[in-house]
Every structure is written in structure tokens, then in C-alpha cells.
């Protein structure tokens, strides 16, 4: 991928980004952790109960004093459980919470992203963190962060007591804490690179599954499926092996955290037992310690897979916030104006440059045009020439590089964007349908205003036919999710959208291109009621879209070439004949060639080299 | 079930099916079966793997024997003058203290490799099968789930390969070694001890049994929650254009919220074991405590055994945090497994042939359509019956209004469908019959989709053929005219083409998709309204390039340009699934025919 290496960030550093997030919920999450301390210390408190047990009633011989610090063990006991039920309890709703908001707000976020961000990051990377990494952040929440601040504590709280319980035996578990400490830190920072590794690259894979399913139609077609999956493979075996360096460096570091506790506690057994004989210890001390620091052995190993689990959880909080630091570029203006009620409609564009970012020429060079209040402007140019781009400068998704454009007067960057894009509509070439119903993928939301104004924007695009006749009417879910609709079926819905938003201004990017001459016809009759009331700017590729204009404008070079009727620029501009006079002179081909003609012979060895 | 959620999202028939519990149950076997199959290539493998664990179980469980032995007669003796035995029993704890730790790094370097393994085997037998499954799979499952069983599903069983198949092993072999032990120290104290394993597998059978339900919610919710995101993110122009977004974050926001919820579900679940078993360890520890004590004083029982007793009974419960992680993801990955081996058992229903025969060589690509008849699902027939003949290298233009079955009859011919009854033959072969691979060369369809991959503009093209030389790229650029743009890019053939093809407008993203399909090099071309886009210079310009590409291939273009559909050697008109006209364009045109019809209709527009 090409996204550019971040700087590597200390786990703390990134971690600390989760604050805003955590401090709404942060009672609840304290609360967990005070829970947790109790439960521990009720737990640790369970062996200096059995020390006494070992000095006092065994020693003394007085079942009596059994029996009591038996009890008191069990209402520890039970009191360390009901503790462990309250921090899990209290912990499910905080973090579940979190991870939906940050999912939210992420996605939120990207969608106020210009499309020049979209078009430059590939979705799966979107897609692995909205997903897999607020998963790991969840559970570094609710089990790890709390599991690691505990268990730190308990080894602290565990060698105090070791310390003062016999101070000999005590310094020898504190001397063994130093070198750990010193590896578990060392290890941290190597493991964070190679978890952020494995990250990136789950991102490319999902970007890879994604392309794969989608694009499966194309694949099938041209029989590339193997090929696909192998280089599906390829990827998949590099983030295994990244996986694997992963898995040699936490079965160090488990080995080095299991090994030093049990030399240790070895080393407390020589010296503690020859203590005890040296009559300077007694032997519930002794055992007392021992049992200390079995006690003690969970929270130490733990460590090593608590501090995995934070690297991994810092790595996917730096990738979270990469995305969510990348800064909305088309925003509100700071001080909106207002346009005067009610609109008129009136668009023009002054020297409006424009290109895209990286690209190494311009694609605008200066276009300067006037749609009146109520006038249709018909856009004709080459494949290529810009006119896509130049309809989504006018609804702002994207910025004009240079000059301006101005509805009513007022400059579109100075207008609030829900404003703007509520007087500007757009409908495009390919027409986008959501996996909703038919009554959302019209209303898109305002539903406000009911079916029955749903039903007359479908009218008007000649949709309402074939809706009526699916299977739950406007109810039926369609898009990808749902059912399929033809090409001429998915624009005239486009078109009834484009209606229904009932703009001043109405941006159509060639909205008759999939439709068969026999329904083109009858969305044309729907268009020209559209465009009656408003201002219109209509990419067009063929005749008959011209024909809805009350102008044409030919845009060629970044420019505008020439404005004027149908008539006058196809008697008067011959680029404009070349690109808009009828194809054919309406004789079919003739010759037919026969077989074998041109094309290449096929060649069986090479053939066996691709398969 | 109406929730604002269900409104919103309309109704589609497979929100229809519910599952039952004997469908759970034949879901849970299924996803055994995968799991099984899954790890049968390496059982040598586990079975190293699970013998490191007994012999680190082994060096674990001396642990607390030796610090007996060490209380019990490494301190008298010592007491009483000979350090020898209090010395031995250190030197053995040390050894077995390492020996745990040199054993657990080699187990799980082991494990680790072997859940790497099973993952990408399973990630290559998904990708691979979602490869070879039909468009008929395809429509009906759609890409979003495909993305969430190849993303979000496996992660999950990555979780459970990473933490769980250890923790797995480790509380089995507890279980076992923990409990001999207590016997053999003490058979009384022990059974004490091992009756809290009883209500400690119960509670694990209702755990995961319940956990079962609670994370077959999550998935379903995570894969609506990747639905959402991924059509988003891929029709954000819409989105924006729109003003989607606030509405679109409400419905994240409730989805993310149901699927919050859904987890959470199951995290009350693991409060409630977690505790319950640390209840039942702590009640264990001080039953043995009591019932031990009493025995110590009556004589019956030696103090250092007392002490390995509740170190032990310790050690069995204290990695409890773990077991639940491992229950959790265990659960999670379950359910994953089941959604995942649904897909692996769809069977295509376009098959590649046992034993394919062959075409002839070169093909010459004459097309049979012999009483074919073709509906989708069980929707009403698209095609009642159709006959048709293609002779080799002719140009054939298929019209008629939308829903005739045009494209029916394309996707036919590439064979993404088989015909219900009838065949469809090339050079007299049944398409059946065909080896995909060979069948893929022969035939090549070109849709108005044009749908670009991430990479460089010549990568796009090259997908036709991927051997080909950069010289047959600019080649095949050239004729349909895309060489021209494509230079002047930044980077001409190497420019990245964007998300999608983003770089490239929706008439150049057809241009490439064109220049892809005559790389292929195909004996059968079906274009699918593949120049819908293209403005009337361009269009003509491809029109030209197909007369000299098209000269020797046999050739079906479904086009709604009457200038394409001219130039054809012969049209055909299609209604409601049955041709209603055949003939040369220019002999159709003078007729009275439906296509006479739509010509003078089509004069009258340009007029």
C-alpha cells in the first residue's frame, strides 16, 4: 500500500487518544477497576489467612480458631467472586458503548471526507479499521487495560507484603522484578511495529476481498478467478508471516516471564527453608510466602500477553486516528451566508480552474459560464474533457482550484454545504442505489413529507409503473442487498430522487445513457417536466439530451468553446459536429470479412504458459 | 418484527427464513466438520504440540510436590543437621521451573505456526470458493456478506487460534493432572476438592451453550454493520450529493448500537461464569482448608501436603481470565464457523465438466442456442424457448425493449447461467462440456459494469490476457482509441487508476474495460451495452476499432445506439423472450417490422 509510514508513536502516547472516548464513561470504568482491586486484595488476603491458620490453630491445636479463619477465608472468598461478577457487569456497557460510538463517529467523519480522500484510500483500509481494529480496542477496554493496571498493582501490593512479612525472602522477589520490567519494555516496542505491520496488512487484504467480491463479474468473465486467488494467497502468506515474527517474539517473552518467577521462587525456598532450620523464620512464614507468591504467578505471566495485547491495541488506535485526524477539507464556511428566499436559481461559473491533486495538468483551465433562473444548459465535450468534474464542483465535492462559482450571486463556499446541496441536486452517470427500500433510496430520509410525495416523483421520472409492480411495492428492499433493477430502471430512480430532493438547481450528469431507445423516450418526456421549473446543468453524450436545452455549451481544452443553440453549433462549430452529428448515414457494413480474418492465431504453447 | 431498523431496509425474501434449534444444532455439526478438516493435516503437528503441554503439565505439577517435599523433610532434616534433601528439592523446582518455561515457548511457537497454517488454509479455501461459486450465489448472497466472511468472520477464528487452543489445553490438562494429583497426595481431602469439578463442568456446558446463541447475534449484526460501511464508502458521490449523512449516521449509529448490544449479551454471560467459578474455586480452597486442618490436627494429615493442596487447587482456578477469553473467543469463533461453512458447502451451479471435451483448435465460434429456456430462481421464465444460430464470425446486434431478456441471452453465452432446459453450443459443443479455462478464452463478456481493480492502467487491461507484452497493451489501447488519453496521464500506462478507477472518467473506464476484453483475444465477443458511455466520437471511433477486431470473431452486442446496431451483419429483435425479427439491418429498416419502427423513431429524435 501506499500510505505513507507513520511515525512510531509510544504505546502510552497513542493510548492516550482513547481519552475523549473514555471519559464519558470513565465513573462506570473506575468503578470496575475498584472492584477489581478489592477482589484482588480480598484474594491475596486469603494466604496471610493461611499462615495464620499454620502458626495459630494447627500449631496450638484449637479447632475452635480453624473453624473461624476457615469462615473468614470463605467470606473473602465469596466476597472476591461477587466482585469479579460486579467489574465484568459493570464493564460490558461502557466499553460495547465506546466501541460504537468511536464506529460511529469514524464513520461519520469519513463521510464529510472530500472525494479526493476517497479516491486515494482504499476502502478495505477504511473497512479493517471501522472493524477489526475498534474490536481489538473493545477488548483492550474491557479485559486488558484493567487487567494490566490490576495485575501491576497486585505484584506491587503483593511484594510490599512479601517485604514486610519476611524482609530477606521479599528483596529477593523484588531483585527479580527489576530485569523483567527492563524486558517486558524492550519487548513492548518491538512487538508495536510488528503488530501495526499485521494491521496494515489486513487492511490490504481486505481491500483485496473487497475488490474480489465486487468486481466478481469481471473476474468470472474472463475466467481470472485462480488468478485472483493466488494473489489473494500471496498476501494472505505475507501477513502470515509477519503473524509467525509475531508469535517467535511472544513465546520469548512468555518463556523469560514463566522463568524468572519460578527461579525465584526457588531461590525463596533454599534460602527461606535453610532460615527456618537456622530457626531465624518460622514455617508459616515460610509457607505464607510461598503461597504469596504462587499467588502473585498469574498476575506476573499475565503481563506478557496484557502487554501484547496493549501494543496491538495501540497500533489500533494510531491507525483509528490517522483517518479520523485527516481534516475536512470542504467544510462550513466560519461565517455562512444565507441565500435570499425564495431562490431563484441563477448559476454561474467565473475562470473556474481546476485539478486534481498529485495529476500533473489541469483539467479546468478557466470556465466561464451562466445558467439563467430557470434555463436548461446542455454540456457536450469529448470522453475525458472534465464535464463530470465540473458537476461536482457546483454541489462542492470538490473545491474549484481557482475562480468561482456562485448560486444566486453568493459563492457555493460561503454557503453552509446542507444548504448548498439542498438547493443543488445531482444525479450521475452511474446511478448509486442503497441496500434500502424503494421509499428510502427516493426520500433518502425525509420521510416527512409521505408516500404520497414519493409516488409523485416517481411519476414524473416514469418509475412509478415498475415499482407498483415489485413484489412489496415501495417497500421492497433494492441495491445490493436486495433486489436487482436494470440499468434504465436504477437511472429513472435516480431521476425520481433528483425530483423528489425538488432543487433550484439540478445537476444531471448524462441520466439517459442506460436507457433502451424505447424507454429513453418516455424519461425524456419526464425530464422535460423536471427541467421546466428549474435551473439545469445536463451532461450529454447524444441528440436527443441536447434536445431538452434551452442552450448547449461545448466544453473543450478546460474551456468553454462556444455557447448557443443545438442548431447554430452544430452549423456553426465543426468540433461540436464531430461530437454530436448523427453516426450513421444509415448504411449497414457490408463486407464480412469471414473467418479468420484478423484475429491473432492462437498461439497453444503460450496458451498452456498462462494456465 | 417491524423495529425502525426492518423499515428502513425494506423486505427481501431471505429475511423470511428463521432458524430453529434443529437448524442450530445442524449448524453447530457443520462448523465441527470444518473445524475437523481443517486441523486433520496437522494432527501429527498437534499431537507434538499437546505433548509438549502433558510434559510442561508434568514439570508444572512437581512444582508444588517439591515445595511439600521441601517442608516436610527438606526442613526437618535440615533441622536435624543434613541440608542435602532441602537442596535437592530447590535444585528440582529450579529445573523444573526452566524446563516450563523452554516447554512453553516451544509449544507456542508450535500452536502459533499451526493456527497460521489452518488460517490461511481456510482463507484460501473461502477466497477460493467464492471464486468458483455463480453468479447465482453471488446475487442472491451479495458481495457485503462476502466481505464480512472473508474479513470479520476469520478474524475471529484468528482470535481463538491466537489465545484460545493453549488455554484449551492447558484447563483440559489442569483438570486431569490436578485431579490425579489430589488423589494420589490424599484421597479423601481430593475428592473433597474434586467435587467442585462437578458444577464446574456444568457450568461450562451452559456457558457455552448459551454463548452459542449470544455470538451468532454478533456476526449477523457485524456483517449488516460492514454491509453499511462498504456501500457508503463506494457510493459516497451519492452520499454527499445527497445529503445522506446525517441519516446515514443514524443508521450506523442504531446498527452499531444493536451490535453493541449483541456483545454485550455476551459479555454479561462471561461475568456471570467467571465469577461462578471463581465462587466454586474459592469455596474448594476453604472446605479442603477446614476438613484438612481437622485431619492435620487428629494426625492424619502432614502439613507440606495441606500447603500443595491449596496451591494447587490455586493453580487451577487462577488462570481463569484466560479460560474465559478462551470460552469468548471460542464462542465468537463458532459462530463465525458456522456462517463460513455455509459458504464452503454451496455448490456451484455452473459446474466445470468432469471430463471436458474439447473445442476445435483454433475455435471458430459458431453459436447454437438449441430450445433454450431459462428462468432466475423460481421467478417466472426470462426465455420460454429459444433457437438461434450464430454462424462464425458474424456481427449480430440483439434489441428490444428493457426486460426482454437481452441480457439473459449475453449471460447465457459466457455461461454465468446454465439453461433450465436446451442447450447452448459453441462449435456444436454443449457449453456444459466446456473446461472453464478453455471456455474463458473462447468466450469473452464485456458488461456496461466496466468495474476497474486497484493498480496501473495496463495492469487493468492486462487482466485480458496477463502474459501479454506491454507492446500488446498499447496494441489493444490503441484500437479501440484509449491510447490517447491513457498518454497523457501523469504516468500513461502506469498510472494508478484510484479506488475503483476513480482517476478515469465513466467513459475512459469503458474504453480500458474495451481494451481488456480484445486483449483476451476471445473467438466470441457479447458486449452488454460496453459503450453506453462512450460520446458519439469516441463510440464511432470503437465502432471502427470493432469492424477491423471484430473481422473473424463471432460477435453478440447488445446496444441501445441505433448507429452501433447498423452496423451489425444481422439484428436481432427480442420480446419478452422470443425473437420477434431477424434479418440484415439494412433489408429490417425498409420492412414494417418492430425495428423499422424504432428506426423511424429514432430518425424523428435527431431531427
Avoid at chain 1, 448523427?582 to 463486407?591: E, K
Avoid at chain 2, 434443529?22 to 496437522?42: E, F, K
Avoid at chain 2, 464508502?233 to 454527499?240: E, F, P, T
Avoid at chain 2, 420492412?591 to 429514432?602: K, M
Amino acid at each position: 500500500m501506499s500510505l505513507p509510514d507513520p511515525p512510531q508513536h509510544a504505546s502510552l502516547a497513542a493510548l492516550r487518544r482513547l481519552a475523549p472516548y473514555i471519559r464519558p464513561v470513565r465513573g462506570r470504568l473506575l468503578g470496575a477497576g475498584l472492584a477489581m482491586l478489592v477482589a484482588m486484595l480480598a484474594g491475596l488476603a486469603i494466604p496471610l489467612l493461611i499462615q495464620r491458620i499454620v502458626d495459630g490453630p494447627l500449631a496450638e491445636a484449637d479447632p475452635a480458631g480453624l473453624v473461624l479463619l476457615s469462615a473468614g477465608i470463605l467470606a473473602l472468598g465469596v466476597t472476591e467472586a461477587g466482585l469479579i461478577y460486579l467489574r465484568r457487569a459493570l464493564v460490558a456497557r461502557p466499553t460495547t458503548e465506546v466501541e460504537a460510538r468511536m464506529r460511529t463517529d469514524l464513520y461519520h467523519h469519513l463521510q464529510y471526507l472530500p472525494m479526493a480522500f476517497h479516491d486515494r484510500w482504499p476502502s478495505g483500509q477504511l473497512l479493517s479499521r471501522a472493524v477489526s481494529d475498534l474490536t481489538t480496542i473493545r477488548r483492550f477496554l474491557a479485559f486488558v487495560s484493567i487487567l494490566l493496571v490490576v495485575n501491576v498493582l497486585t505484584v506491587l501490593v503483593g511484594l510490599v507484603v512479601l517485604v514486610v512479612l519476611a524482609p530477606q525472602l521479599g528483596l529477593l522477589v523484588v531483585l527479580m522484578a527489576v530485569p523483567m520490567v527492563a524486558l517486558c519494555r524492550h519487548h513492548e516496542q518491538h512487538y508495536g511495529r510488528v503488530a501495526r505491520r499485521a494491521q496494515d496488512q489486513v487492511g490490504d487484504l481486505t481491500t483485496t476481498v473487497e475488490e474480489a467480491a465486487l468486481g466478481i463479474r469481471v473476474l468470472k468473465s474472463f475466467g481470472r478467478g485462480p488468478r485472483a486467488t493466488r494473489a489473494f494467497l500471496a498476501q494472505a502468506r505475507a501477513l502470515r508471516r509477519t503473524e509467525l515474527t509475531k508469535v517467535r517474539l511472544l513465546a520469548a517473552l512468555w518463556a523469560v516471564i514463566i522463568a524468572l518467577p519460578e527461579l525465584t521462587m526457588a531461590a525463596l525456598l533454599g534460602v527461606g527453608g535453610y532460615a527456618v532450620a537456622a530457626g531465624s523464620l518460622t514455617l508459616g512464614t515460610l509457607v505464607g510466602t510461598v503461597t504469596i507468591l504462587a499467588y502473585l504467578r498469574w498476575p506476573l505471566e499475565s503481563l506478557g500477553w496484557l502487554l501484547a495485547e496493549t501494543s496491538n491495541a495501540a497500533a489500533a488506535t494510531t491507525r483509528y486516528w490517522e483517518v479520523r485526524d485527516v481534516r475536512r477539507t470542504l467544510a462550513d464556511p466560519p461565517r455562512p451566508r444565507a441565500l435570499a428566499r425564495p431562490v431563484r436559481g441563477a448559476l454561474r461559473l467565473e475562470g473556474v480552474r481546476f485539478h486534481y491533486p498529485g495529476a500533473a495538468g489541469e483539467v479546468l483551465r478557466g470556465v466561464d459560464l451562466e445558467v439563467r433562473p430557470g434555463e436548461t444548459v446542455a454540456l457536450v465535450g469529448a470522453t475525458g474533457s472534465g464535464k463530470t468534474t465540473l458537476t461536482a464542483l457546483v454541489p462542492r465535492l470538490a473545491d474549484v482550484t481557482s475562480g468561482r462559482i456562485t448560486v444566486d450571486d453568493v459563492d457555493v463556499r460561503h454557503l453552509p454545504l446542507a444548504e448548498l446541496r439542498s438547493v443543488v441536486a445531482a444525479a450521475f452517470e452511474d446511478p448509486v442505489l442503497f441496500s434500502a427500500s424503494v421509499r428510502e433510496n427516493v426520500a433518502l430520509g425525509a420521510l416527512a413529507s409521505g408516500d404520497d410525495a414519493v409516488r409523485r416523483a416517481l411519476r414524473v421520472a416514469r418509475a412509478e409503473q415498475f415499482v407498483e409492480a415489485l413484489p412489496w411495492g415501495l417497500d421492497t428492499r433494492i441495491g445490493e442487498q436486495g433486489l436487482t433493477l436494470s440499468g434504465g430502471q436504477r437511472q429513472r430512480l435516480a431521476l425520481a430522487r433528483a425530483v423528489f430532493a425538488d432543487p433550484a438547481v439540478l445537476v444531471l450528469d448524462d441520466p439517459l445513457s442506460a436507457l433502451d431507445v424505447h424507454t429513453e423516450a418516455e424519461v425524456e418526456a419526464a425530464l422535460r417536466q423536471v427541467l421546466r421549473d428549474v435551473t439545469a446543468l445536463v451532461v450529454a453524450h447524444r441528440p436527443s439530451t441536447v434536445q431538452l436545452a434551452d442552450r448547449v455549451a461545448l466544453l473543450a481544452d478546460g474551456r468553454i468553446a462556444a455557447v448557443g443553440t443545438h442548431s447554430e453549433l452544430l452549423a456553426e462549430v465543426p468540433e461540436y459536429r464531430r461530437l454530436l452529428s448523427p453516426a450513421v448515414d444509415g448504411s449497414p457494413r457490408t463486407a464480412n470479412p469471414g473467418v479468420g480474418g484478423t484475429r491473432r492465431a492462437t498461439n497453444p504453447s503460450a496458451e498452456e504458459v498462462v494456465r | 418484527m417491524t423495529t425502525p431498523e426492518e423499515q428502513w431496509r425494506g423486505v427481501a425474501t431471505e429475511d423470511l427464513e428463521r432458524i430453529d434449534t434443529a437448524t442450530g444444532l445442524r449448524l453447530a455439526a457443520r462448523s465441527r466438520r470444518l473445524l475437523g478438516s481443517l486441523l486433520r493435516p496437522h494432527l501429527r503437528r498437534v499431537a507434538v504440540a499437546a505433548g509438549l503441554l502433558v510434559v510442561d503439565q508434568a514439570a508444572l505439577l512437581a512444582g508444588p510436590l517439591l515445595i511439600a517435599a521441601a517442608i516436610d523433610r527438606g526442613i526437618p532434616a535440615a533441622l536435624a543437621g543434613r541440608p542435602g534433601p532441602l537442596a535437592w528439592c530447590i535444585v528440582g523446582y529450579a529445573v523444573a521451573g526452566a524446563g516450563d518455561a523452554l516447554l512453553v515457548r516451544a509449544f507456542l511457537r508450535l500452536s502459533g505456526r499451526i493456527g497460521q497454517d489452518v488460517l490461511l488454509d481456510l482463507r484460501e479455501r473461502v477466497f477460493a470458493q467464492i471464486q468458483r461459486l455463480s453468479l447465482a450465489f453471488h446475487e442472491r448472497y451479495t458481495s457485503g456478506r462476502v466481505i464480512s466472511r472473508l474479513t470479520s468472520d476469520l478474524d475471529s477464528l484468528q482470535d481463538l487460534l491466537d489465545e484460545g487452543l493453549d488455554g484449551f489445553f492447558v484447563s483440559l490438562l489442569s483438570i486431569v493432572g490436578i485431579g490425579t494429583m489430589l488423589l494420589v497426595l490424599d484421597v479423601p481431602l481430593g475428592l473433597v476438592a474434586l467435587t467442585g469439578f462437578v458444577p464446574l463442568v456444568l457450568l461450562t456446558r451452559w456457558y457455552l451453550r448459551r454463548s452459542q446463541h449470544a455470538y451468532r447475534g454478533t456476526r449477523t449484526w457485524v456483517a449488516r454493520v460492514i454491509v453499511q460501511f462498504v456501500e457508503t464508502m463506494n457510493g459516497i458521490r451519492a452520499v454527499q450529493a445527497f445529503r445522506r449523512e446525517s441519516r446515514n449516521s443514524a443508521l450506523m449509529d442504531e446498527l452499531s448500537g444493536t451490535f453493541a448490544e449483541a456483545n454485550r449479551v455476551a459479555l454479561g454471560l462471561i461475568a456471570r461464569f467467571t465469577a461462578t467459578v471463581r465462587l466454586v474455586g474459592n469455596v474448594s480452597i476453604a472446605a479442603v482448608l477446614l476438613l484438612g486442618g481437622l485431619r492435620v490436627l487428629d494426625g492424619s494429615l502432614e502439613l507440606g501436603a495441606l500447603a500443595a493442596f491449596v496451591l494447587y487447587l490455586r493453580r487451577f482456578y487462577d488462570p481463569l481470565d484466560q479460560l474465559a477469553m478462551f470460552a469468548n473467543s471460542y464462542s465468537s469463533a463458532a459462530a463465525a464457523l458456522e456462517k463460513i461453512s455455509g459458504v464452503l458447502e454451496e455448490h456451484p451451479t455452473v459446474v466445470d465438466p468432469p471430463r471436458p471435451r474439447a473445442l476445435p483448435s483454433p475455435v471458430r465460434g459458431e453459436v447454437t442456442f438449441a430450445g433454450v429456456r431459462f428462468g432466475y430462481g423460481s421467478g417466472p421464465p426470462v426465455l420460454p424457448g429459444l433457437d438461434l444460430v450464430l454462424p462464425a464470425g458474424q456481427t449480430v446486434a440483439l434489441v428490444g425493449p428493457t426486460g426482454a431478456g437481452k441480457s439473459t441471452v449475453a449471460r447465457l453465452l459466457a455461461r454465468f447461467y446454465d439453461p433450465v432446459a436446451g442447450e447452448v453450443r459453441l462449435d456444436g459443443v454443449d457449453l456444459r462440456w466446456v473446461a472453464e479455462a478453455e471456455l474463458r478464452r473462447a468466450v469473452v463478456l464485456v458488461t456496461q459494469e466496466s468495474f476497474l481493480f486497484s493498480g496501473s492502467v495496463a495492469d487493468n487491461i492486462a487482466l485480458g490476457s496477463p502474459s501479454a507484452a506491454r507492446t500488446d497493451v498499447v496494441e489493444a489501447a490503441r484500437a479501440v482509441g484509449a491510447d490517447e488519453f491513457i498518454r497523457a496521464l501523469p504516468e500513461g500506462y502506469d498510472t494508478d487508476v484510484g479506488k475503483r478507477g476513480a482517476r478515469l472518467s465513466a467513459g475512459q473506464r469503458q474504453l480500458v474495460s474495451f481494451a481488456r476484453a480484445l486483449l483476451a483475444d476471445p473467438a466470441v465477443l457479447v458486449l452488454d451495452e460496453a459503450t453506453a458511455l462512450l460520446d458519439i466520437p469516441t463510440e464511432r471511433a470503437a465502432a471502427a476499432a470493432l469492424r477491423t477486431v471484430l473481422a473473424g470473431r463471432t460477435a453478440l452486442i447488445i446496444a441501445h445506439r441505433l448507429s452501433t446496431v447498423l452496423a451489425a451483419d444481422r439484428v436481432l429483435v427480442l420480446a419478452d423472450g422470443v425473437l420477434v425479427e431477424d434479418g440484415p439491418p439494412d433489408e429490417l429498416v425498409t420492412g414494417t417490422g418492430p425495428f423499422a419502427a424504432l428506426h423511424s423513431a429514432w430518425r424523428a429524435a435527431l431531427a
